[in-house]
């Protein structure tokens, strides 16, 4: 990922990042209409990505979170 200068714009980055990883390690299972900027909207609940990120992104790389994410919630 090239890096920017403005650090929200970075920040959004990593989650889009994220959300691609998320959509890569379902097999493409999720359909885009459920992905928010912050959050996957699932019928029986909501995953809240900023959260999910900020609780395990000191220790792992970003890959790692979403594969956590895919496992923690069954998708």
């Given at each position: 990922m090239e890096e920017l200068d403005n650090p929200l714009l970075s920040r959004l980055?990593?989650?889009?990042?994220?959300?691609?990883?998320?959509?890569?390690?379902?097999?493409?299972?999720?359909?885009?209409?459920?992905f928010r900027i912050f959050e996957i909207q699932l019928p029986t609940q909501t995953i809240d990505?900023?959260?999910?990120?900020?609780?395990?992104?000191?220790?792992?790389?970003?890959?790692?979170?979403?594969?956590?994410i895919v496992q923690k919630y069954r998708l």
């Amino acid at each position: 990922m090239e890096e920017l200068d403005n650090p929200l714009l970075s920040r959004l980055q990593r989650l889009q990042d994220l959300k691609f990883l998320i959509d890569r390690g379902t097999d493409h299972r999720l359909d885009y209409h459920r992905f928010r900027i912050f959050e996957i909207q699932l019928p029986t609940q909501t995953i809240d990505l900023v959260a999910e990120y900020q609780a395990y992104a000191q220790d792992r790389t970003l890959s790692e979170v979403a594969e956590l994410i895919v496992q923690k919630y069954r998708l």
